[in-house]
């Protein structure tokens, strides 16, 4: 469970970062990186909360 939480999180931070680099050149597919962050993130904070509940148990 805790492989999962890291690499959900750097997947989240490395789409973010990655979407705001091809913003910024123009080039396509900012908006599906950046769907791809937020989906991510999305995971990341369901996992990191339920291993922290069950980390608690």
């Given at each position: ?5 890291y690499l ?50």
């Open positions: 469970m805790r492989k999962i939480v959900t999180g750097v997947l989240a931070i490395c789409f973010f970062i990655i979407s705001g680099a091809f913003k910024l050149l123009q080039l396509m597919g900012a908006p599906l990186l950046l769907i791809l962050s937020t989906f991510f993130a999305c995971l990341f904070v369901i996992s990191l909360a339920i291993y922290k509940f069950n980390d608690r148990n």
